[in-house]
């Protein structure tokens, strides 16, 4: 096979096993891989309705077809599991170096099941993989396992908040990438799963050499004459984002209750006056959006800022910076893990503090606050569900649904809770990339919001950096992957894999209990000044039957038919 390995590594924490099987052609070429073959393998050998924590969860960590190659931005790998904080399906995107590293080691997918009796961690040279025992580990932080790990090859690691089960851990690789959101970290403390580390010497096979060189060359220049790419992003990264958001009165505050009036305090140009910091680009990564200080600690990205900025009324920049380190330290998502705060904040009348900030962050980072279960369990608990800004369970992060309506749409139907990459339509309603959208309208948003869910699925798949998506078309992705795998992909075909996946995330959340009236945001969001709720209501049907599915937000036998998915 060009582009895959054509092994998948399945390891039962409970028994100590390690098997291996081979992926599929078909599967390899309907569901790409990452977030397509994780939940293709989740649809498989995961029940819906298995509690998260359950030895019988399981945990994928998958790569795509073009990790591992010279195409710009495909340094990245997914996890998908069952979420313990919502319940859902669940992918996250995550970069750095430790992806190419497991395609190096020749792996598509790492099944990961059971639950082991003490803490270990997972050893992968090559051929070779190993369960090591971890007791020595377990209670050290991101950073102090990286360091202990690092000579056998890239980490991915869970921290303290992973060990003690905190619904918002996530992993942490190569010090300084998170996996992002969902509670990935805590179904692997659920296992005793400390750790991943991977080494290889594998190159990934590729079909035209070529072919794909020309088709890399026109993907760098795209991303190059692309402002958002070239000037935004590689310049100062996502934090570029506050005074964006700020400049279109768009910059959600105290809970989504206000809007934020400091932003010249925690802007990106402030950022970079006030700290010294280095890029570190994800592997074949032509931009390096995120960046290193002088301690090794991250700089804040867009979504730390305002998740501990705006979102809790905060201006303080030393205390957003030393919040997410903490998150970095611990394996914590700094949006649900500063959103919660902003939500307690409300709930208690409590004045925001740049110190009780930080010891908050603390707490839930060291599993001590039930904070750390998100805000919907948190208010639901207390009878104040309707403080809690969250879809599915997912609080949302810092671009307002109000004043971006296809976003609103995305996110109320998005198959992992309130996530702006699940469709990135900033591109198009914000940044007016490929095409400016009317941001304030939601007439014809349906059709868009499918187009760039289904792209979005690829891109995960692939695996590449959701960013991609501002500079490089379908199109550009279908010639990149055909280069590569020696399959001939048309864009359409790609959309096609897309939709697929798409709807098999849709039929796992249906199995799990989640209906119709799971697709909707809070009803803050539809005060007067808000987004009209009934237009909004009848967007979800036009979605509904855009996507094939009945006015109940079930899938059609005949699109599953025509998409190949047999239930």
């Known amino acids: 096979m060009f582009g895959w390995t054509g092994r998948t590594i399945i390891v039962d924490l409970s028994s100590h096993s390690i098997t291996e099987s081979r992926t599929g052609a078909?599967?390899?070429?309907?569901?790409?891989?990452?977030?397509?073959?994780?939940?293709?393998?989740?649809?498989?050998l995961a029940n819906p309705t298995v509690d998260p924590f359950s030895s019988d969860n399981i945990l994928v960590f998958a790569t795509g077809p073009l990790t591992g190659t010279t195409v710009p931005m495909s340094g990245h790998y997914s996890i998908i599991t069952k979420s313990p904080l919502t319940y859902t399906i669940f992918d996250s995107n995550a970069g750095g170096h430790f992806a190419k590293s497991m395609k190096s080691a020749g792996i598509?997918?790492?099944?990961?099941?059971?639950?082991?009796?003490?803490?270990?961690?997972?050893?992968?040279?090559?051929?070779?993989?190993?369960?090591?025992?971890?007791?020595?580990?377990?209670?050290?932080?991101?950073?102090?396992?990286?360091?202990?790990?690092?000579?056998?090859?890239?980490?991915?690691?869970?921290?303290?908040?992973?060990?003690?089960?905190?619904?918002?851990?996530?992993?942490?690789?190569?010090?300084?990438?998170?996996?992002?959101?969902?509670?990935?970290?805590?179904?692997?403390?659920?296992?005793?799963?400390?750790?991943?580390?991977?080494?290889?010497?594998?190159?990934?096979?590729?079909?035209?050499?070529?072919?794909?060189?020309?088709?890399?060359?026109?993907?760098?220049?795209?991303?190059?004459?692309?402002?958002?790419?070239?000037?935004?992003?590689?310049?100062?990264?996502?934090?570029?984002?506050?005074?964006?958001?700020?400049?279109l009165d768009i910059l959600p505050a105290m809970n989504f209750r206000e809007k934020f009036q400091d932003a010249g305090s925690i802007s990106a140009e402030k950022l970079s006056q006030t700290y010294e910091s280095t890029k570190t680009p994800c592997d074949a990564c032509p931009l390096g959006c995120r960046r290193v200080l002088e301690n090794g600690s991250p700089l804040p990205d867009y979504d730390a800022l305002w998740a501990?900025?705006?979102?809790?009324?905060?201006?303080?920049?030393?205390?957003?910076?030393?919040?997410?380190?903490?998150?970095?330290?611990?394996?914590?998502?700094?949006?649900?893990?500063?959103?919660?705060?902003?939500?307690?904040?409300?709930?208690?009348?409590?004045?925001?503090?740049?110190?009780?900030?930080?010891?908050?962050?603390?707490?839930?980072?060291?599993?001590?606050?039930?904070?750390?279960?998100?805000?919907?369990?948190?208010?639901?608990?207390?009878?104040k569900k309707d403080l809690s800004m969250t879809?599915?369970?997912?609080?949302?992060?810092?671009?307002?649904?109000?004043?971006?309506?296809?976003?609103?749409?995305?996110?109320?139907?998005?198959?992992?809770?309130?996530?702006?990459?699940?469709?990135?339509?900033?591109?198009?309603?914000?940044?007016?990339k490929p095409i400016m959208l009317d941001r304030l309208v939601l007439n014809g948003k349906p059709s868009f919001v499918k187009l760039y869910q289904d792209f979005a699925a690829v891109l995960d798949?692939?695996?590449?950096?959701?960013?991609?998506?501002?500079?490089l078309s379908e199109n550009d992705i279908a010639t990149l992957l055909s280069a590569v795998t020696g399959i001939s992909y048309s864009s359409q075909d790609l959309l096609n894999v897309g939709e697929r996946i798409w709807n098999l995330e849709r039929l796992f959340n249906l199995q799990a209990g989640f209906t119709c009236n799971d697709d909707t945001l809070p009803q803050r969001m539809f005060s007067s000044d808000g987004i009209p709720e009934a237009e909004f209501k009848r967007s979800i049907i036009?979605?509904?039957?855009?996507?094939?599915?009945?006015?109940?937000?079930?899938?059609?036998?005949?699109?599953?038919?025509q998409l190949g998915i047999t239930t």
């Open 26 to 44: 078909k599967q390899a070429r309907e569901y790409l891989g990452g977030r397509g073959l994780g939940i293709k393998l989740m649809s498989e």
């Open 461 to 471: 798949s692939a695996v590449m950096c959701p960013f991609a998506s501002f500079a």
């Open 391 to 432: 879809s599915k369970g997912l609080e949302i992060p810092g671009y307002d649904p109000r004043g971006i309506l296809g976003l609103a749409l995305a996110y109320a139907t998005s198959n992992r809770g309130a996530c702006y990459q699940s469709a990135f339509m900033i591109a198009p309603e914000v940044l007016g």
């Open 108 to 247: 598509d997918a790492l099944v990961i099941t059971g639950r082991s009796e003490i803490p270990v961690y997972l050893s992968i040279y090559d051929e070779d993989v190993d369960i090591v025992d971890a007791d020595h580990l377990w209670g050290k932080d991101t950073r102090e396992t990286t360091s202990v790990l690092k000579e056998k090859g890239n980490v991915a690691c869970i921290g303290r908040a992973g060990e003690k089960k905190v619904r918002v851990a996530n992993f942490v690789n190569d010090n300084l990438y998170s996996s992002g959101r969902g509670g990935h970290g805590a179904v692997a403390g659920s296992k005793n799963l400390k750790a991943v580390v991977v080494k290889g010497t594998n190159d990934t096979l590729i079909a035209e050499p070529e072919y794909l060189d020309k088709a890399v060359f026109n993907s760098q220049r795209l991303l190059q004459s692309n402002p958002v790419t070239s000037k935004g992003l590689s310049v100062y990264g996502t934090s570029v984002m506050v005074n964006v958001l700020d400049h």
């Open 542 to 561: 036009d979605y509904y039957r855009l996507r094939g599915w009945d006015d109940f937000g079930v899938p059609h036998t005949d699109k599953l038919k």
């Open 308 to 383: 501990f900025g705006p979102a809790v009324g905060n201006s303080d920049l030393e205390s957003i910076v030393k919040a997410n380190d903490l998150c970095y330290l611990d394996g914590v998502d700094p949006i649900s893990c500063g959103a919660t705060i902003a939500s307690y904040l409300e709930n208690s009348g409590q004045v925001p503090d740049p110190s009780m900030l930080v010891q908050k962050v603390s707490e839930i980072s060291q599993g001590s606050s039930l904070l750390g279960n998100g805000s919907l369990s948190v208010l639901s608990d207390q009878g």
